[in-house]
């Protein structure tokens, strides 16, 4: 059936280094993918998204890669913080067009944690 | 700015025992709204959604139930609860139109 999931499910980094954390799709229809940040008892926070169209988008110490031909999805963090210590999660739009709205599938998720 | 706002923050419940989980969301109007659950060290796993007002599609079968009876609130519900209803319950919102969802901080549910 369709799926998101995650490659590794730990990453221990030391500050300063970068982080990449993966993520694998079955759905080739998917054009929405999203990473989000969900720290200990509270809900997942927004990071970065792109589309289909695209495969690479930056943000704030943040990339997100999408291969499509391998189906593969990566989240790059530069200069990790302990603050970023955290699960991360991808997830894609399970249906192309404007009709799946929110329905996000997610992936089970991966734990980084920073060590100072 | 848009809000979401979801209570209670924790929540023990005895085995039978009925459920009700609020959610609302201030700043827009017309919002799809969801309720997601999720095990722990697990991903999210879409229960319902809504795109107005008493229309709730359900995701998956399940003990529980939810409703929409104002634009921007969302209601999850159980009569009875079952030991595998524990998990951390989670609303999200996004425009009509939109993708991107927004989480409120989730609820804790422990059924004992």
């Known amino acids: 059936g369709e799926s998101v999931g995650l490659h590794l499910p730990t990453l221990s980094v030391q500050e300063g280094d970068n982080s990449i954390i993966n993520c694998a799709y079955s759905?080739?229809?998917?054009?929405?993918f999203i990473w989000y940040k969900q720290e200990s008892g509270k809900g997942p926070q927004f990071i970065i998204d792109i589309r289909s169209n695209m495969d690479k988008r930056q943000g704030q110490r943040v990339t997100v890669l999408l291969n499509k031909t391998v189906k593969h999805l990566s989240l790059q963090i530069a200069a990790t913080q302990p603050g970023d210590s955290a699960v991360y999660f991808c997830?894609?739009?399970?249906?192309?067009?404007?009709?799946?709205?929110?329905?996000?599938?997610f992936g089970q998720g991966t734990i980084l944690t920073v060590h100072p | 700015s848009q809000t979401i706002h979801q209570w209670p923050a924790t929540l023990v419940q005895p085995v039978g025992s009925p459920l009700s989980l609020e959610c609302t969301v201030e700043?827009?109007?017309?919002?799809?709204l969801y309720w997601y659950r999720q095990a722990a060290g697990r991903g999210l796993q879409l229960l319902f959604y809504s795109v107005g007002i008493g229309q709730i599609s359900s995701e998956v079968p399940q003990n529980l139930s939810a409703s929409r009876p104002q634009d921007r609130q969302f209601i999850l519900s159980s009569k009875k609860l079952l030991l595998s209803d524990s998990g951390f319950y989670l609303c999200?919102?996004?425009?009509?139109?939109?993708?991107?969802?927004?989480f409120g901080s989730g609820t804790q549910l422990s059924v004992l």
């Open positions: 997830a894609e739009n399970r249906g192309a067009g404007g009709t799946s709205y929110g329905k996000l599938t």
């Open positions: 759905n080739s229809a998917s054009d929405y």
């Open positions: 700043g827009t109007s017309n919002p799809n």
């Open positions: 999200a919102w996004n425009p009509g139109q939109g993708e991107k969802l927004f």
